[in-house]
């Protein structure tokens, strides 16, 4: 059935002030099924599922904080005072999945085992030390921390991390997991490692429906975290198998099986253009600059999609699967140092979206 909106806030604007490419809030997906969907589908921007099973929900998914958790509750709760949460998937460990947890803390959680091991890869308080010291940092040409500060402190600006609590799934499996609540049958198929190490999705056979979560965005640039790209690729060709009627992405706007595609031609296109630049003995984020700033991306279907600068992320994730010794710092600390260099080539890119990150806001 085609997407029907039926509730949602009050906004004319993306929480990073640009114009929306579709409207934000709670759709009908099926009959029992529906989406909570973000424009226009970056930072924290993260489409949720529910799935009303008859007195009983399940929860795809959870906000980045508590703030938008709630919002969506408060949306959708003339399906759930009918039907109250009672099960909640995380399809991985990404925060802007999964750290709403706390709300139902009582609750049945279920995550892959591997998602399990990676839930607390990062800190809420982390997160909220980089948004605070973006303010400072932003004034330290050095090291490109003047870009980093203002790239990390602008992307989590719409987010409050202080209340949050990492709550870990409390039921987990591997390979793949079938429940029927209530006559509703829901399969969960692990697909990682590929964006995150525990990466899932979940099918409603009935309803011909798929929650991709991260191994599918539309209309933003995706990023691998983990890979290999094989099997992201090979997670993306699982989901077209299904035949779907209906793909929710992680982030981003419905997709169709054409969208899925570009998404491989995507990590076919990025794989072969950054090994070139491996051979080169190109640094990842030389190599990133070098196939951004190509002509052969410029004239690709992907030079449009947001976020552009996260192929940084994905060449340092292929030069590691391919061997490379990259002396990164250990632990959330190398990963800042990945976004530092994001953030510089983000900033070399001043059409790229979010606008914000480069100062600039539309207005409505």
Not at 22 to 45: C, F, I, Q
Not at 278 to 286: C, L
Request: hydrophobic fraction near 40%.
């Amino acid at each position: 059935m085609k997407a029907q909106w039926l509730a949602g806030p009050n906004r004319n604007i993306t929480r990073f002030g640009e114009v929306p490419v579709y409207k934000e809030g709670l759709y009908r997906v099926g009959t029992r099924s529906y989406a909570w969907m973000v424009p226009n589908g970056t930072w924290g921007e993260t489409n949720i599922g529910l799935i009303d099973c008859d007195g009983k929900s399940i929860l795809i998914d959870t906000c980045w904080d508590l703030k938008f958790t709630r919002e969506l509750l408060e949306t959708a709760d003339p399906v759930l005072r009918k039907s109250p949460v009672e099960i909640v998937i995380n399809t991985h460990s990404d925060g802007d999945h999964c750290w709403g947890n706390q709300l139902f803390k009582d609750k049945e959680i279920i995550a892959t085992h591997a998602c399990i091991e990676q839930m607390h890869h990062l800190k809420p308080a982390s997160m909220t030390a980089l948004k605070s010291g973006g303010r400072l940092l932003r004034h330290l040409p050095l090291m490109k921390l003047d870009s980093f500060g203002h790239y990390m402190r602008t992307m989590f600006s719409p987010y409050d991390f202080s209340d949050v609590s990492i709550t870990d799934p409390n039921k987990g499996f591997s390979g793949k997991h079938e429940l029927t609540v209530n006559g509703v049958d829901i399969v969960v198929m692990e697909v990682g490692p590929g964006h995150t190490d525990g990466d899932a999705i979940v099918y409603v056979p009935d309803e011909g429906l798929v929650y991709a979560g991260d191994i599918l965005f539309i209309g933003g640039t995706p990023v691998m975290w983990s890979g290999p790209v094989e099997n992201l690729v090979k997670a993306l060709e699982i989901l077209r198998s299904l035949n779907a009627k209906t793909i929710v992405p992680g982030h981003g706007p419905m997709a169709s099986d054409q969208q899925v595609q570009s998404v491989i031609n995507y990590w076919h296109f990025a794989h072969e253009h950054l090994h070139r630049c491996y051979q080169r003995d190109m640094t990842p984020t030389e190599a990133a600059r070098d196939v951004l700033f190509s002509k052969a991306f410029q004239e690709s279907e992907f030079a449009g999609w947001n976020c552009p600068e996260r192929l940084v992320t994905n060449a340092y994730s292929m030069y590691r699967n391919w061997g490379a010794n990259l002396l990164n710092l250990p632990g959330p600390l190398g990963v800042m140092d990945q976004m530092r260099n994001q953030a510089s080539v983000a900033f070399n890119m001043p059409q790229a979206e979010p606008r914000c990150m480069h100062g600039f806001v539309h207005r409505i």
